[in-house]
């Protein structure tokens, strides 16, 4: 059975202090690695999908890396508008083809002014 | 709009009546998927439709729960007899592009079992 755990649970920050998120893993043949952003009273956004360990992918003020093990999401010199819980989320190579994606309970993420 | 809808956004129903979900896709996506998102928990996967293939129903966690698709538009989750237990965020979701993980999420229905 495919896992995800992500830490911390909570992150706050002050605006402009970077940090990173982490999402440890267990899936039996990764096909691919999901970050999603949840605003509160909202459904989930897509941001990356990471492949392949080594992959890294970049968006505004957010990196995704990929491990065997584990991904992390860096934000770096983070603004307010930048909290959210963020999601991370695999499928595993026996749910390839149904786009069956398991998910971790998230980080939850305030930027403080 | 042009994304996912559902509805109602919030719904409080007494212990044992039955509920409908209705989930409007993006048009054209071919696939949709209904997860659950309880408290503090992740997103947890009920069923997935793609075209007309019959749909993947390994998620649901009982018999009170069914879903209907009707050809590549609207889909209505439905829970019979409602146990507290069912109280969540029901999330519907859907995709044009098969195994990228790039799943549009609708802003969910709210279900509170008193």
């Known amino acids: 059975e495919d896992q995800v755990t992500q830490s911390p649970e909570a992150l706050r920050l002050q605006e402009g202090e970077s940090s990173s998120l982490n999402c440890s893993y267990t899936v039996s043949g990764l096909r691919g690695l999901f970050w999603y952003r949840q605003d509160p009273g909202k459904g989930p956004e897509f941001l990356f999908t990471?492949?392949?360990a080594g992959e890294e992918k970049e968006k505004e003020r957010l990196k995704a890396t990929l491990t065997k093990k584990e991904s992390f999401l860096h934000i770096t010199a983070p603004k307010p508008e930048d909290s959210a819980t963020y999601l991370c989320a695999v499928q595993g190579l026996s749910n390839f083809g149904n786009e069956k994606l398991t998910f971790g309970t998230g980080t939850r993420l305030t930027i403080i002014p | 709009g042009a994304g996912v809808s559902q509805s109602p956004s919030n719904k409080v129903t007494e212990k044992g009546k039955d509920v409908e979900l209705r989930c409007d896709p993006i048009s054209g996506h071919t696939a949709l998927y209904w997860y659950r998102q309880r408290l503090g928990q992740g997103l947890e996967f009920l069923i997935y439709?793609?075209?007309?293939?019959?749909?993947?129903k390994s998620g649901l966690p009982s018999d009170r729960f069914s879903a209907e698709r009707t050809g590549e538009s609207v889909s209505t989750l439905t829970i019979q007899r409602t146990q507290q237990e069912d109280s969540a965020v029901y999330l519907c979701?859907?995709?044009?592009?098969?195994?990228?993980?790039?799943?549009?999420f609708g802003e969910g229905s709210r279900l509170t079992v008193l």
């Open positions: 990471l492949y392949s």
């Open positions: 979701a859907s995709s044009w592009q098969t195994n990228t993980g790039e799943l549009f």
């Open positions: 439709f793609q075209g007309n293939s019959a749909p993947d």
